[in-house]
């Protein structure tokens, strides 16, 4: 009963760091005009509501998964970022591994890499404190 308790609050106490990390890095971007996105944007998102994306939404996607190294300063994704970030999210190895490698695919440019990688992990249901 201790061990679940202990791993309870772990798992709490985890949640709240990815969200406050993602808090930071989401304020750091906006912060900069280049990379700024009206705050609606993201309200329609978390609501699942069609979203007309403005044309710097994909510097903003750039922004925040560089800021969380998901992605190095070219655009291609960090593997093994990725897969730490699946594995808090799925516990079967080889779900794991094909998730990751799904989400690891450099496109034609770094923006359209993040926005592939954000679409990824919505689909998978990959939560890295957008959640």
């Known amino acids: 009963m201790k061990v679940l308790i202990l791993a309870l609050l772990l798992a709490v106490a985890l949640a709240n760091t990815y969200k406050d990390d993602w808090i930071k890095v989401h304020r750091e971007c906006q912060s900069d005009q280049v990379t700024h996105v009206p705050e609606e944007i993201f309200e329609k998102l978390r609501k699942k509501e069609k979203v007309d994306f403005p044309d710097n939404f994909s510097l903003h996607a750039f922004c925040m998964l560089k800021k969380l190294d998901i992605q190095d300063d070219q655009g291609n994704p960090e ?52 959640l």
Do not use: M, P, W, Y
Request: charged share 30%; proline share 0%; net charge positive.
């Open 79 to 130: 593997k093994a970022t990725i897969k730490k970030a699946v594995q808090r999210t799925i516990s079967d190895s080889a779900k794991v591994e094909e998730i990751v490698n799904h989400c690891s695919v450099a496109k034609e440019t770094k923006e359209k890499t993040a926005l592939a990688i954000f679409k990824c992990f919505g689909k998978n249901n990959i939560d890295i404190g957008q």
